[in-house]
């Protein structure tokens, strides 16, 4: 099975520039989350949606960050403009029924994003 | 605000001894609990869960402990192996049908020595 796809795994870019993170949740999955981890602050949840649709959006740093998802297979994460201190580890996450512990949230392998 | 603690940042054990980490939360709403496992340059792996109707749940060579009073939870694995060398984050959550965040600790890193 196919898990959790993120593109691109590494992107460097100035600031100011747009970034695009995008994310293909394993197929059946009704819940999809973005998650970001730095040094400082872990790992923390950015948005989840449910067939999506926002559900929480709390996580989001500022008006900088913009989620989607279009349609059940795709989500897109964007930062518009990037500054230096979004750099960090993102992440993608998937699960049948929310955070239910049988049910686990299954997570891609991320995307490493450096803003110069 | 950190609702979710893991005191040891990391741990250093020997092949075929018990590693115990350790994870402290806050909020005793929270109702699930799960313990992640992260390799580099990967996504966490779910490893186990316990729900708060219990105060065990074994799988194997891991077993975790939920003492809700003091509001904390331990994993065991016995024996360690070297594949076990990874980040260990443990999360919470409430799970009540109006609330699927996970928190999670700021991890623990476990190197097992041969």
């Known amino acids: 099975d196919a898990g959790v796809i993120q593109s691109p795994r590494h992107e460097v870019t100035e600031m100011g520039q747009e970034v695009t993170l995008r994310c293909k949740p394993i197929?059946?999955?009704?819940?999809l989350f973005w998650y970001r981890q730095t040094m400082m602050r872990g790992l923390e949840l950015l948005i989840y949606?449910?067939?999506?649709?926002?559900?929480?959006d709390s996580g989001m740093p500022e008006d900088r960050f913009s989620a989607k998802m279009p349609n059940a297979s795709f989500s897109t994460l964007k930062i518009q403009p990037s500054e230096p201190r979004d750099s960090a580890v993102y992440f993608c996450a998937s699960s049948p029924r929310g955070a239910d512990s049988n049910q686990p949230q299954h997570f891609g392998d991320g995307t490493r994003l450096s803003i110069l | 605000d950190q609702q979710v603690k893991q005191n040891s940042p990391s741990l250093s054990v020997q092949e075929g001894r018990i590693s115990i980490l350790n994870c402290d939360y806050t909020?005793?709403?929270?109702?699930?609990f799960l313990w992640y496992k992260k390799y580099p340059a990967e996504g966490p792996t779910f490893l186990i869960s316990?729900?708060?109707?219990?105060d065990k749940n074994e799988d194997g060579r891991f077993t975790v402990f939920l003492n809700k009073s003091a509001k904390h939870l331990s994993l065991h694995i016995v024996p360690s192996q070297p594949g076990d060398s990874a980040v260990y984050f443990c999360a919470v959550t409430r799970g009540d049908g109006n609330d699927y965040k996970l928190s999670f600790g700021a991890g623990t890193t476990v190197t097992v020595r041969a």
């Open positions: 316990i729900s708060s109707i219990k």
């Open positions: 197929s059946g999955h009704d819940y």
């Open positions: 909020n005793s709403m929270f109702d699930y």
């Open positions: 949606f449910n067939n999506n649709v926002p559900i929480d």
